[in-house]
């Protein structure tokens, strides 16, 4: 994600400061900290009797509210939780984790159950409002299941299966929680089928640099802006960065109104009353927060890029001749990151112009969102933008982070490659941008935490994980020196493409590339509370904190 605040000066453009606690989950009823044992919040237990029994579609739903006291905890802070200790037989399985126990979001994700392909099934019909839709999860039990847990925030729920039978669920704050009728047994796979009616309006909102997140209406469509963890409000989904599978897309729109995903366009097929249904298929596995569907009066602009690369930019149609000239230049900068990270992992790449005002960008997969006023204003600052969510393909998007803590390898990663690239096409040089991030590093440490180490989910997207990470990045070149670097990049990129890794991975293999032990040098740079000497820089000071 790429993000500017207009308040600052160009060096520091980075994530706006934000002050809430919204991402704490605490401000809705302190739900966010089951994730530390013991500190539970119990609710009176709802009757089912009282809740209501919902037929649709020849299915059977139990819709109901699970007292918190009733729901498996996710693992203690600092695992990644797969299964929960059971008090049942072992033939009649046990309660798959609410969470992957992730110590920032310890509820993003679920436990005992990996999926095999998402369906995603939108009926739209016109901007703002509600339509039909479906999710249809191909999964495998990684333990015997007795019930599982969906990510999911959506709007009215309708029929829920599991293999073709009704299945009790019963919603828990932002978890669906499922009861298929019969146990799965461990290794076995199965089929869940959510139908519900989605909301093209919901949307959340964070006080950083994300701001708006979910659903963003446009004039005649939308876009999704799933990060960090928005897709529960478009789909039921497993949703964690490190959790990644393949994505069909099956979208129905009014005549004269286009439909774009992830991936290639499979068919295109009129139906009988006249709207089109388009069906587009990721190709590659991709994170739910990495999901894009957008719907508009689009143009579809083909072009070709390094070795023969489809190149698809999507703009609406009014918008086409105003951002051609910095939407032309995808070739020039996918040759520049080939140079220097290796082949572009995936089969194709466009950009999707947001007719938005939305003052952020995201890197969903092999689709970047761009608003429309970053295509519009000063070229290098465009360029930055582009370069930006491009590098995010190979960083963040192929190269998965394991936790939410690792997110300096995607952030930082990003910043470093498009200030890189500025430096060598008309904006500030590297080294000054790095040097006032440098001045400005413990007092985001202090505000933040370190690098790799954010204090809070709150902390997440600022600054330290944009500049600051870049800096860390820039730390490691002055130390190993310039050629060493390029070869740790590449074998980062190489080694882990389609795979998920951490900041333990990075600093493994910067080590090995190396010839040397980086973890001393390392370990103060991405944990430390304050900021090591700059290799080659002696004159390089730090500002003083101000609480």
Request: no cysteine; net charge neutral.
């Amino acid at each position: 994600m790429e993000i500017h605040d207009p308040r600052q000066p160009n060096q520091f453009r980075g994530p706006r400061d934000r002050h809430g606690l919204r991402g704490l989950r605490g401000l809705r009823g302190l739900r966010g900290l089951r994730g530390l044992r013991g500190l539970r919040i119990r609710r009176t237990p709802l009757l089912l009797a009282l809740t209501g029994v919902i037929g649709i579609g020849g299915a059977v739903v139990l819709v109901g509210v699970l007292p918190h006291g009733d729901h498996p905890s996710p693992a203690h802070p600092g695992t990644l939780a797969t299964t929960t200790p059971s008090k049942t037989t072992p033939s009649a399985g046990s309660p798959g984790a609410p969470g992957i126990g992730d110590p920032l979001l310890p509820l993003d994700g679920n436990g005992g159950y990996a999926v095999r392909r998402y369906t995603l099934a939108f009926d739209w019909r016109a901007p703002r409002t509600r339509f039909d839709a479906s999710t249809t999860i191909s999964a495998s039990a990684t333990q015997a299941l007795s019930r599982f847990d969906l990510d999911f925030a959506g709007n009215t729920l309708g029929s829920v299966t599991v293999d073709d039978l009704p299945a009790r669920a019963v919603r828990d704050g932002d978890e669906l929680v499922v009861t298929p009728a019969k146990p799965i047994p461990q290794g076995g796979t199965f089929t869940v089928r959510v139908a519900y009616t989605a909301d093209p309006t919901q949307q959340r909102h964070r006080g950083d640099a994300i701001g708006d997140y979910g659903w963003v209406p446009t004039p005649d469509g939308t876009v999704l802006y799933p990060q960090p963890n928005g897709a529960k409000m478009i789909f039921p989904t497993n949703d964690h960065p490190s959790l990644r599978a393949p994505v069909t897309f099956l979208i129905t729109t009014p005549p004269g109104v286009s439909a774009v995903a992830n991936g290639r366009l499979v068919e295109r097929v009129p139906q009988p009353d006249g709207r089109v249904r388009w069906t587009y298929d990721s190709e590659q596995p991709v994170a739910a927060q990495l999901v894009q569907m957008a719907i508009g009066k689009f143009t579809f602009v083909e072009s070709t890029g390094p070795h023969g690369l489809p190149v698809r930019d999507v703009v609406p149609s009014d918008l086409v001749t105003k951002t051609a000239a910095y939407r032309s230049l995808t070739p020039e900068h996918l040759t520049w990151l080939e140079q220097r990270l290796g082949p572009y992992p995936f089969p194709r790449y466009g950009v999707l112009v947001g007719d938005t005002d939305l003052p952020v960008a995201l890197e969903t997969q092999s689709l970047s969102l761009v608003p429309k006023g970053d295509l519009q204003g000063d070229r290098v600052e465009a360029e930055r933008d582009l370069v930006h969510e491009l590098t995010h393909q190979w960083t963040g998007d192929s190269v998965a982070i394991r936790r939410w803590s690792d997110l300096w390898l995607s952030e930082g990663h990003a910043r470093f490659y498009d200030r890189l690239y500025s430096d060598a096409h008309g904006g500030e040089s590297l080294e000054s941008v790095m040097r006032a991030a440098y001045e400005h590093h413990d007092q985001w440490r202090h505000d933040d935490g370190a690098p790799a180490e954010p204090r809070t989910e709150a902390a997440l997207f600022k600054k330290v994980r944009y500049d600051g990470s870049a800096l860390v990045l820039y730390a490691l070149r002055e130390k190993v020196g310039e050629g060493t670097f390029e070869k740790i990049e590449r074998s980062w990129v190489t080694k882990y493409q389609g795979r998920v890794a951490g900041t333990g991975d990075f600093v493994a293999l910067a080590s090995e590339v190396a010839g040397e032990d980086l973890k001393p040098f390392l370990t103060p740079w991405l944990y430390g509370d304050r900021t090591p000497p700059m290799p080659g820089h002696p004159d390089w000071q730090v500002d003083p904190v101000q609480d």
